[in-house]
């Protein structure tokens, strides 16, 4: 069965305690601490892989956890650092965080791996907590905990251009016949339960991926029929190829055929309404009336409105090549930068709100901020990441401590330190 929904709990790993432990050796007296440090709880990664094509590995396995990071031990050892877990998704699939619907990631274009839950940093054993007035610390620092998150998955398709139409109007049999792509074809509604793809060779012309959309009905959009479930996969689509019917076999207008599912398209999201269009009418090899030509019809209604209709027959053949080559002329004219969903929600942004405290001082010209608050956002943030970066640079606003530097003097190029962190300021 074709997935492309799921919803899953993902939780990284604990870090490990440091431990408390003292030097114990013949003839060595007051041996000191020797409490080693915990390991790294593991994180959660997302990763693209290219052989799956749906979501059907979340449908029976719901949570999903990493390690915990080993405790540290005595004579300076260091607990083990946890194993990640590693959750293989198709390409285009994008991750929700479920109760606000914010993207965290979007698996597609050059994004092919990345870490969603970073795992808990290891506590500091008490051999780092002595010092001249307290040689014999008998506490440590504990492991950071987990991080936990129910997210929604959603796989969007990724293609150049989206059959649109209502069902039975011949959208698989045009697929099959201008790609390599095997759809299953019959006479009846809703064949095509899952969309399907292929790629458009031209002699002389730019190709193109084309995805064959389940079939749109009336209400489709507040969840009528089938059609509602398979709107998300026209999202990243820069172009739509409108199939219609045009001989009328089933009984319907051609005309209100299309004006029905554009209702629909703009009631899901105006934006992807907007996007270019144009409308293959199909099954011409079906039109017997000399009485009225359904194609004039189309061409007058939505031609004036810079919609172009391309006579069809997917049975036959008839017209397709004149369409395929003014779709590929369009698709050149437009932006060619893949549709991307940009990351709105960052999962350690709960950082931002929990109180703990930080300090703000100069020290021999180098300003030094530190506190719990700046080690936990450390030990969950990846900053080597472009995304982690920009959440950093939020923290930094949103917590005032931007504020707080400006206010002890800082200057451009000065330099500020946070724990293993060192970088120069710059508005």
């Known amino acids: 069965m074709f997935a492309d929904r799921a919803k899953i709990f993902i939780r990284s790993g604990k870090g490990g305690d440091g431990h408390v432990s003292f030097r114990r050796e013949l003839y060595v007296p007051n041996g000191g ?11 959660v990664i997302f990763e693209v892989d290219e052989g799956l094509n749906t979501l059907q590995d979340f449908r029976h396995r719901k949570k999903f956890s990493a390690k915990d990071g080993e405790q540290g031990g005595k004579r300076r050892c260091h607990g083990k650092d946890a194993e990640d877990i590693i959750l293989r998704v198709p390409e285009g699939t994008v991750i929700k965080e479920s109760e606000s619907g914010k993207v965290i990631a979007d698996m597609s274009g050059d994004n092919r791996r990345q870490i969603v839950l970073k795992g808990g940093k290891g506590g500091l054993g008490n051999q780092h907590f002595a010092t001249a007035t307290m040689q014999i610390p008998k506490y440590a620092q504990p492991g950071q905990p987990a991080q936990e998150l129910w997210v929604n998955l959603e796989l969007k398709v990724i293609a150049d251009v989206g059959l649109v139409g209502f069902p039975n109007v011949g959208k698989s049999t045009l697929l099959s016949r201008v790609t390599n792509a095997q759809p299953k074809i019959a006479n009846y509604h809703f064949t095509t339960l899952n969309p399907n793809l292929g790629v458009v060779d031209l002699e002389g012309a730019s190709g193109f991926v084309i995805a064959d959309i389940p079939g749109l009905i009336e209400g489709a959009s507040e969840g009528v029929g089938l059609g509602h479930e398979f709107l998300r996969h026209i999202e990243r689509t820069k172009m739509m190829i409108h199939v219609v019917d045009a001989a009328g076999s089933e009984g319907r207008d051609p005309v209100d055929d299309i004006h029905k599912i554009n209702a629909e398209l703009e009631a899901y999201n105006p934006e992807i309404a907007a996007r270019p269009q144009v409308i293959a009418a199909n099954k011409t090899d079906l039109i017997y009336s000399e009485d009225e030509d359904p194609v004039a019809r189309l061409k ?22 004149e369409l395929l080559y003014y779709v590929s002329g369009e698709i050149a004219k437009l932006d060619n930068t893949p549709i991307v969903f940009e990351q709105e929600y960052f999962p350690e942004e709960e950082l931002l709100y929990i109180d703990l405290p930080y300090t703000v001082e100069k020290e021999d010209n180098v300003y030094v901020v530190e506190g719990p608050k700046i080690e936990k956002m450390l030990g969950y943030t990846n900053l080597d990441s472009e995304k982690g970066f920009a959440f950093f640079q939020k923290f930094l606003k949103d917590t005032g401590i931007l504020d707080e530097l400006e ?3 800082i200057q451009e190029g000065d330099t500020v330190r946070m724990y293993g962190l060192q970088f120069d300021y710059y508005k």
Do not use: C, L, Q
Request: net charge negative; no cysteine.
């Open 300 to 321: 007058a209604e939505f031609e004036p409105k810079g919609i172009r209709v391309f006579p069809i027959s997917g049975a036959t053949g008839v017209g397709i090549s």
């Open 407 to 409: 206010e002890a003097g």
């Open 33 to 43: 601490p020797d409490g080693g440090d915990g390991g790294r709880g593991g994180d």
